[in-house]
């Protein structure tokens, strides 16, 4: 069992930045393929990227590569989002998410979510 629990959202500015954090509970941790989601008003819940448990392996959406950066800490139990370059369509709700096994893209892929956390990026 692992819960979750996000925070550092905010908002900001287009071309601004926002580090996102999200905090687990659970022993195996470090079993785990992390992912972090959004889902904006009137849309589905999509994928942004993700980071195998070894933290060998990166994973991110197109719409973010070259932007966003994913890390793990797996001593803390903490998975981190740096959003840098952020724009007007990175607003939506960051959600943190959990696997047992090798990366997915799709959320119904994660056992475990947590609360998210509002991000919105003024033009």
């Known amino acids: 069992q692992v819960q979750l629990v996000e925070s550092g959202g905010g908002l900001v500015q287009a071309g601004g930045s926002l580090r996102l954090s999200c905090a687990a509970s659970?022993?195996?941790?470090?079993?785990?393929?992390m992912g972090w989601f959004r889902q904006a008003p009137g849309k589905e819940r999509e994928f942004v990227a993700a980071?195998?448990?070894?933290?060998?392996?990166?994973y991110y959406a197109d719409s973010v590569k070259g932007r966003f950066t994913i890390s793990r800490d797996n001593a803390k139990n903490t998975v981190s989002l740096q959003m840098n370059s952020l724009r007007p369509d990175d607003t939506a709700v960051f959600y943190c998410a959990a696997r047992v096994g090798p990366y997915w893209s799709l959320p119904y892929k994660y056992d475990y979510w947590g609360q998210g956390t509002q991000v919105t990026v003024s033009s």
């Open positions: 659970g022993r195996t941790f470090n079993s785990y393929t």
């Open positions: 980071i195998s448990w070894r933290a060998g392996s990166t």
